[in-house]
């Protein structure tokens, strides 16, 4: 689970740096700069956004709107090696763009409101305090460590599982979020293969547990982490 949340953290970091083709960031107030094909169409969307027209001097370029999706393909039409455009979205703003024209390939050029990724930006920063919280609490139940901002407690109380399975939990902490840590032995004559997910319920946040494969008779430790009383 840990590595899972790991992974989790690094995809969404990755998914803030993907780069696909040109993407500007800005606001409508900017002029933004890209490289367009001077035989190619070359797409313009706006990330989140339809466009609804694209206007500059007439006769430098041609436009082919795509209304179902909301981008347009331009292709310059004149010799020039710049175009000055200004493109409008759905949302009533106009875009400039200052297009340098050169002998590349077809180009995707992707408008990007600077607000926007603003406001993604503080998204992923919660997600990754959280996760980072998360971890925090799980490895202080391994450890039976007490975090200075939360109160721990130790118990003996069997919590019904499964008629194989003798659970009893052993710990707690409290706090923003609440830890538990269980001791599961298997009291069967077979071999128990634990399923993480047969563990979690309502408010469980991530599940850690030892060794998944118990002989008759063995026990492992099992980490929970859940929402707190005010989550």
Do not use: C
Not at 21 to 35: K, N, R, V, Y
Not at 38 to 65: A, C, D, H, T
Not at 119 to 133: G, L, M, V, Y
């Amino acid at each position: 689970m840990v590595k899972s949340l790991v992974l989790a953290l690094l995809l969404g970091s990755a998914s803030l740096a993907a780069n696909a083709g040109q993407t500007l960031e800005g606001s409508p107030d900017d002029g933004l700069t890209a490289t367009v094909s001077r035989s190619e169409p070359n797409l313009i969307r706006i990330e989140g956004r339809k466009i609804r027209r694209i206007q500059g001097v007439e006769g430098e370029f041609q436009v082919n709107p795509d209304k179902d999706s909301g981008v347009a393909y331009v292709k310059p039409t004149s010799d020039k090696s710049f175009l000055s455009l200004f493109v409008a979205d759905d949302a009533g703003r106009h875009w400039k763009l200052n297009l340098k024209v050169a002998d590349v390939p077809a180009e995707t050029i992707v408008i990007r409101d600077r607000s926007r990724l603003r406001q993604e930006t503080k998204a992923f920063a919660a997600d990754e305090s959280r996760n980072t919280a998360i971890r925090r609490v799980l490895m202080a139940l391994a450890r039976d460590a007490e975090p200075e901002d939360m109160t721990a407690r130790d118990t003996l109380e069997i919590v019904p599982l499964w008629n194989e399975a003798r659970f009893v939990l052993v710990r707690t902490l409290d706090g923003t979020l609440l830890g538990e840590k269980y001791q599961l032995t298997n009291v069967s004559k077979t071999r128990m293969v634990i399923d993480e997910r047969e563990l979690y319920r309502r408010g469980v946040l991530a599940v850690m547990v030892e060794s998944l494969e118990l002989e008759p008779g063995e026990a492992t430790q099992v980490m929970v982490v859940l929402e707190g009383r005010d989550g």
